[in-house]
């Protein structure tokens, strides 16, 4: 049992450049969150998904791009990527209405 | 809309200490309380939860209550360790997408 797994670890775009980040869990979980840790910061919520086949917006939404079609993946996508968007990234699932399990993250830099 | 406010790190303290970090928090409805734990590097570990007033969350010699005439959910721990050095988040869910609010952080040092 892996529970949440995130690839990459690490990566380092150009501005302009486009890059998946990959998410998975095996908890046959419904639930589904992406979040950015801006250093120093707490984690604000970018989408999240209730289902395969349904996501929504969360607070930072605003540069990326999800998609939800199994219940185990949940691909988070940057197009154009620009300085702004260098942060460490965190999947999440939950079986809701219960607590969320965390990935290891993504640390993302953009120059 | 919902938030949630922790007091600012660094706390240091010498180990064997006593540990509290305060968190108050804004929300409609009744929400679920967190305490998360990020040790160097690593993701987010749940360290204890509350789900109703009143309710008493506790794990690994950590405490916290659910106060809802306060609107707090205040971390204690006794006797800290070396071992808990780490960033402490409180956060609360709500809404139809159980979604996680948090607070700012409060990192913790623990000094031998």
């Known amino acids: 049992n892996a529970g949440v797994t995130q690839t990459p670890k690490f990566r380092i775009l150009k501005i302009g450049q486009s890059m998946t980040l990959q998410c998975a869990q095996d908890?046959?979980?419904?639930?589904m969150y992406w979040y950015r840790q801006d250093p120093g910061m707490g984690l604000k919520l970018i989408y999240y998904?209730?289902?395969?086949?349904?996501?929504d917006k969360g607070e930072v939404p605003n540069g990326y791009n999800v998609s939800r079609s199994t219940t185990e993946d949940f691909p988070l996508r940057l197009e154009l990527a620009a300085p702004s968007q260098t942060s460490v990234y965190f999947c999440?699932?939950?079986?809701?209405?219960?607590?969320?399990?965390f990935g290891p993250g993504t640390r993302l830099t953009v120059t | 809309g919902d938030s949630v406010t922790q007091m600012e790190g660094p706390v240091t303290l010498s180990e064997e200490a006593f540990l509290t970090i305060n968190c108050t928090y804004t929300?409609?409805?009744?929400?679920?309380l967190f305490w998360y734990v990020q040790y160097p590097g690593e993701g987010l570990q749940l360290l204890l939860k509350?789900?109703?007033?009143?309710d008493k969350g506790s794990n690994k010699g950590f405490e916290a209550t659910y106060r809802k005439e306060t609107t707090s959910f205040h971390l204690e721990k006794g006797s800290v360790q070396v071992s808990d050095s780490a960033v402490y988040f409180c956060?609360?869910?709500?809404?139809?997408?159980?979604?996680?609010?948090f607070g700012g952080g409060t990192r913790l040092m623990v000094k031998p």
């Open positions: 999440a699932s939950s079986l809701a209405p219960y607590e969320q399990y």
């Open positions: 908890m046959n979980h419904n639930y």
């Open positions: 998904s209730v289902g395969a086949g349904i996501t």
């Open positions: 929300a409609t409805g009744y929400p679920s």
């Open positions: 509350a789900t109703k007033a009143d």
């Open positions: 956060a609360l869910t709500s809404g139809a997408g159980n979604m996680l609010t």
